[in-house]
T-cell receptor, first 113, second 114 residues
Framework: LAKTTQPISMDSYEGQEVNITCSHN???????ITWYQQFPSQGPRFIIQ???TKVTNEVASLFIPADRKSSTLSLPRVSLSDTAVYYC??????????????FGSGTQLTVLP | DAGVIQSPRHEVTEMGQEVTLRCKPI?????LFWYRQTMMRGLELLIY????????DSGMPEDRFSAKMPNASFSTLKIQPSEPRDSAVYFC????????????FGPGTRLLVL
């Protein structure tokens, strides 16, 4: 089974850059790494997705090293509204089943004023 | 598009009762997923469908749980009989294509079994 590992929690202050790293050391060769954000009482929401190197959108950047065994979600200049749980999602090796889509345990990011 | 719709949003029931959770996926999405979320176990994939056909139900906890998708726009997750340990938030998600891993989640149903 795919196994992802993330820090349980992180604290930051408004305006700082936050980097959350996820390890997924048996990711499938041709699959993407996806990050989700979840606020209380809501379902997870897609943030960003990548395969390798760097991806950037209006919300975040995603850095993926060449071996793809980890990924780092970067949130620039966080605000209080970025306080949420962040999940990384990947697929285990040699699997065509969504069963192998494994959410990490999530990282609770708390942004302080 | 209204997004993934789930009902009810909250359900309180007594142990032994039957519970039915409902989901309407985003139109045109071929994949539908049911998840359960608890503090202890996080987000767990229970079952998923492709074009209305159940593909993998190995995450379904036990025989008390069943899921159906009679058509492309409706799915149900049923628990019979319910137990207190079934208390959790149940999410439905849909995806246009499995390979992208971009799933669109509904707001969830918060279930409390007394």
């Amino acid at each position: 089974l795919a196994k992802t590992t993330q820090p349980i929690s992180m604290d930051s202050y408004e305006g700082q850059e936050v980097n959350i790293t996820c390890s997924h050391n048996n990711i499938a060769t041709n699959d993407y790494i996806t990050w989700y954000q979840q606020f209380p009482s809501q379902g997870p929401r897609f943030i960003i997705q990548g395969y390798k190197t760097k991806v950037t959108n209006e919300v975040a950047s995603l850095f993926i090293p060449a071996d793809r065994k980890s990924s780092t979600l970067s949130l620039p200049r966080v605000s209080l509204s970025d306080t949420a749980v962040y999940y990384c999602l990947s697929r285990g090796i040699s699997s065509g089943s969504a069963r192998q889509l494994t959410f990490g345990s999530g990282t609770q990011l708390t942004v302080l004023p | 598009d209204a997004g993934v719709i789930q009902s009810p949003r909250h359900e309180v029931t007594e142990m032994g009762q039957e519970v039915t959770l409902r989901c309407k996926p985003i139109s045109g999405h071929d994949y539908l997923f049911w998840y359960r979320q608890t503090m202890m176990r996080g987000l767990e994939l229970l079952i998923y469908f492709n074009n209305n056909v159940p593909i993998d139900d190995s995450g379904m906890p036990e025989d008390r749980f069943s899921a159906k998708m009679p058509n492309a726009s409706f799915s149900t997750l049923k628990i019979q009989p319910s137990e207190p340990r079934d208390s959790a938030v149940y999410f439905c998600a849909s995806s246009p294509r499995q390979g992208t891993e971009t799933q669109y989640f509904g707001p969830g149903t918060r279930l409390l079994v007394l």
